[in-house]
């Protein structure tokens, strides 16, 4: 029987790209430059991203200390979020295939994006009134 995706996501793929990129700052600066935030599916990486983001325009390499000081100052930190964000980077086995995971969060992105416009279309074609 095949599994039902309903929302298209890879959380292990998102959990090892943001523990690279707290991990090492080339890794950082590649995820940067190659995702966007809304690519990733879970709001936690999505905040991450921004904190990342924000930092490195800033000049500041983002690492586990930095992005959970600016978490704290957009006022998206919980209590454990210093500890999720350790959690990551000790998973995070190597780096090596960083690409590879970015591209399966952008392909699950676009697939997110396919569905919502097909949904959308969907919906105002059902809608006799438009």
Avoid: W
């Amino acid at each position: 029987m095949e599994e039902l995706e309903l929302i298209p996501q890879d959380i292990e793929a998102e959990r090892s790209v943001i523990g690279a990129a707290l991990l090492r700052p080339e890794c950082a600066f590649e995820v940067l430059s190659s995702l966007q935030k809304d690519d990733f599916s879970s709001i936690v990486h999505m905040h991450v991203y921004e904190a990342m983001e924000k930092l490195a325009k800033e000049g500041i390499t983002p690492d586990i200390v930095t992005v959970n000081s600016r978490l704290e100052a957009l006022h998206l930190a919980t209590p454990g979020t210093i500890e999720y964000l350790s959690g990551l980077t000790v998973e995070t086995i190597t780096t090596k295939n960083i690409k590879s995971h970015i591209d399966i969060i952008r392909e699950k992105s676009k697939r997110r994006r396919l569905k919502e416009i097909c949904a959308r279309a969907i919906s105002e074609t059902s809608d006799p009134g438009k």
